[in-house]
């Protein structure tokens, strides 16, 4: 039973307006969340792991003057747990509500945390939309693809059977080891689908029951474009959809692997043979002009869809993950219904599309704080949290 927005909208209710901070799990997109809220004027909780603070406790920390004015840095607390899975504690959902936090949920929350708990118990109100947040997992009924299907928007088409595998297809599933990383791989017949797929589970890479149950889609050939978009739903007067900007991944050891020339791929060992899509990085991109249109009108059909099948729909920001093919259609192989993963390459400097919106510096972080400064001012908080 997802938790009622309008309980959670009677906790924000009681929040300090004057005082809000923004909160997150530092992992992911936390810096991007964080610069941009103070830029914006709000303080910032990032809820840490131990063996893993010290980006946020120490490196990136904030140092104000006695005037509260921030001197360096952008962590103004760094909260360190055990686990994340703390993070669901009540002494800390009692703690963040004392201090009027706003929540931006990424996607390290919804990996280390139950996403079960996280939609019944987080008693927290999130900048986002929470009921949303499970259609992420492929695994799901209504997943992201569900979602997709019902929004008349295009994907990448499945096989349901290896066997049926007759043209290159992408195999998706789990890192064995890395739960949170991929373990996929490519394959052109069944056969090699098989060849591939011994050799990963003996590698450790993958196992057999995730395999079972890996999505096997075929493979569009053409460059990646992750489009950073937000969607407002306090704008009345402007377009309430914002393509902020667009990013691509670094991914080992498939990024390795392409940067080899091909009789030198011929001659890896077993191990090195199949890459891995772990990603490592992001890096920044702009778009065709004459392709702009196509994006604004998947990210419309996407928030139309959210909003009938899972109201209020999308808040905020999110990702819309796609492939261009040789005849410039586009195929959305991946959706956040969140903050994306790789808006930190546009921390400080901001997205390309978004300044130019704003006509300032606008991240993805900044322009959500945007919207709660905006929300703040306005006495809007319960139309943009769930």
Known sequence: MLLERAEVQRIVG????????????????????????????FRTAAFCQKGRERTYSHYFKAKRGSDGKLLRGMVDNAMVLGKYREVMEPRWQDWMRQRSVLWVPNRSFTSYVDIGSIENDFRVPMVGSRGMLRSEEREERQSYYWLLEKAGLPFPERVEDPRDIDRLVIVKLHHKKKKLERGFFTASSYEEYKNKSMKLVEQGVIDEQTLKDARIERYVIGPVFNFDLFYSPLEEEMSPVELLGVDWRFETSLDGHVRLPAPQQMTLDQHQMIPEYTVCGHNSATLRESLLEKVFEMAEAYVKASKEHYPPGIIGPFCLQTCVDKDMDFFIYDVAPRIGGGTNVHMWVGHPYGNSIWRRSVSTGRRLAMEVRRAVQEDRLAEIVT
Do not use: K, P, Q
């Open 14 to 41: 009681g929040y300090d307006r004057d005082d809000v901070t923004i909160g997150m799990i530092a992992s992911h997109s936390a810096l991007d969340a964080c610069d941009g809220a103070v830029e914006e004027g």
